[in-house]
């Protein structure tokens, strides 16, 4: 019932719980109209055993017929309070016949019952009132018939005003455990859903999860493949452009063959970063520490990414003062980073401009590379895209700029590997700054469970 207000959903409940407590009711009532209909026939003086015998028989029997029509369904919910007071008329009415034509003022007690009774049947305090109103008023109107209103009366009346406050108490103690218990339901609903709606992530993260796996494992199966046709294809274009068997005769197939070798290069190491990446969310990396030269690596890098600045117009820089610091790190991945940082700084960067790669230390023993371009740019929008897998700068069918968007987040998950930080600061038409902080030692254990 969550689409009803709070106040109307508790109402609905405790309709149905009193809708549902006539059946046990009734039928109890029934029986002990029974009861009374044989004490009747064996207490009563012979002249006034019919009458109550036959009132007690026909409330019986209307009693029985209110419990079977709860029991089987045809007293509908809303003809339940109804048939509650029915159930009170049905005994009112028998007390008062009989005190009418016993005349007897102790017959009163029967009344007194009556309405502790109602505390304990009605879950409605009006409800409640009214039925102490239609008892008071037929007790009142009994008494004043027959015996009148003497010192025995005024103690009755007495009773009759305890076993209200009896009764009002009876009905407050039971709707608050009611209420009590509505609220715990409607707490374990909205548990249970949520539970549900957690489960539901849970399995859809799995699932999403095991798809991952999946590309991720046919990434890798696929780089594996694609390596061994490419190095063929590097070799052979190679042997072609030294001519090692001979002259190739015309010059175009010299280019044709220097063409060739330079676009395998470049899908040999595209494959290469896939493969890497692939591994690093499989298996994780195992990385070697060693104490490194760093400004050896630096040079190196530099002198490998040197050519392709050259033919772009693009100027690099070295900006490092002695001493370099001296730090513990696996040599290889390092270059990897370093070498990443600066093709992607050279392609970005036009012709006349300047790609510089800083060196210093920080202030905990470790080092802090910074790669600085003049080039394109992003916007901050494309700076929290960069590190996506495969995403592209420039991702049209024309666009000017080659690769598969793989470098930057190779360089993020070998950083992870290496236990070091990477930042990127970048400005349309200015350029980009990428600092990158590493810690004077890393643990050489190996990354299982890089995210």
Same mark, same amino acid.
């Given at each position: 019932?969550? =689409?009803? @207000? =709070?106040?109307?959903?508790?109402?609905? =409940? /405790?309709? !149905?719980t009193f809708h549902d407590s006539l059946f046990p009711v009734s039928m109890c009532v029934a029986v002990l109209f029974l009861i009374f209909a044989v004490a009747h026939a064996v207490v009563l003086p012979p002249a006034l055993r /019919?009458?109550? #015998?036959? #009132?007690?028989?026909?409330?019986? !029997? +209307? %009693?029985?017929?209110?419990?079977?029509?709860?029991?089987f369904e045809f007293l509908e919910n809303r003809f339940s309070?109804?048939?509650?007071?029915?159930?009170?008329? /049905?005994?009112?009415?028998? %007390?008062a016949v009989q005190m009418y034509l016993t005349d007897d003022v102790y017959q009163s007690t029967n009344f007194g019952l009556l309405v502790v009774a109602m505390g304990l049947f009605f879950l409605s305090r009006i409800h409640l009132v009214v039925s102490f109103l239609f008892i008071l008023s #037929?007790?009142?109107a009994v008494v004043r018939?027959? +015996?009148g209103f003497a010192d025995e009366s005024v103690h009755f009346s007495f009773m009759m005003f305890m076993a209200m406050v009896m009764a009002a108490?009876?009905? =407050?103690?039971?709707?608050?455990?009611?209420h009590r218990l509505i609220a715990m339901r409607a707490d374990a609903d909205v548990r249970e859903k949520k539970l549900a709606t957690a489960l539901a992530k849970a399995q859809l993260y799995a699932s999403v999860e095991r798809e991952n796996k999946a590309k991720t494992e046919f990434l890798a199966n696929m780089s594996h493949e694609l390596r061994t046709p490419l190095n063929a294809i590097l070799g052979f274009s190679e042997a072609m452009q030294q001519e090692i068997f001979g002259p190739l005769g015309s010059p175009r197939y010299r280019g044709y063959s220097h063409d060739i070798h330079n676009a395998g290069t470049h899908l040999l190491?595209?494959?290469?970063?896939?493969?890497? /990446?692939?591994r690093i969310e499989l298996d994780g990396l195992a990385i070697t520490s060693q104490k490194i030269d760093f400004a050896r690596v630096c040079n190196n890098c530099l002198s490998i990414v040197r050519g392709r600045a050259e033919r772009g117009g693009v100027q690099l820089i070295f900006d490092a003062t002695p001493p370099f610091p001296a730090i513990e790190t696996d040599e290889r991945r390092l270059k990897q980073v370093l070498i990443n940082l600066l093709?992607?700084?050279?392609?970005?960067? @036009?012709?006349?401009?300047? +790609?510089?790669?800083?060196?210093?230390g920080d202030s905990n023993g470790g080092a802090i590379v910074r790669v600085r371009d003049t080039g394109i740019g992003m916007s901050k929008e494309e700076v929290e895209q960069a590190l996506t897998p495969f995403w592209q700068a420039d991702a049209g069918l024309d666009r000017a700029f080659e690769g598969a968007g793989l470098g930057l987040a190779l360089v993020t998950e070998l950083l992870h590997v290496m236990q070091g930080r990477f930042a990127l600061e970048s400005e349309p038409g200015v350029g980009t700054v990428v600092t990158v902080t590493l810690p004077r030692m890393v643990n050489t254990q190996p990354e299982s469970a890089v995210a």
């Open positions: 019932m969550a =689409e009803y @207000p =709070e106040a109307d959903r508790i109402r609905l =409940e /405790l309709n !149905a /019919l009458e109550m #015998i036959a #009132i007690a028989l026909v409330s019986a !029997a +209307v %009693s029985a017929a209110i419990g079977l029509g709860v029991k309070h109804a048939a509650g007071f029915t159930l009170v008329g /049905l005994c009112v009415l028998n %007390s #037929i007790w009142f018939s027959t +015996v108490l009876a009905q =407050e103690i039971r709707l608050r455990a009611y190491s595209l494959v290469n970063d896939i493969l890497d /990446l692939s093709n992607n700084a050279v392609k970005f960067t @036009p012709a006349g401009g300047s +790609v510089t790669l800083q060196l210093c």
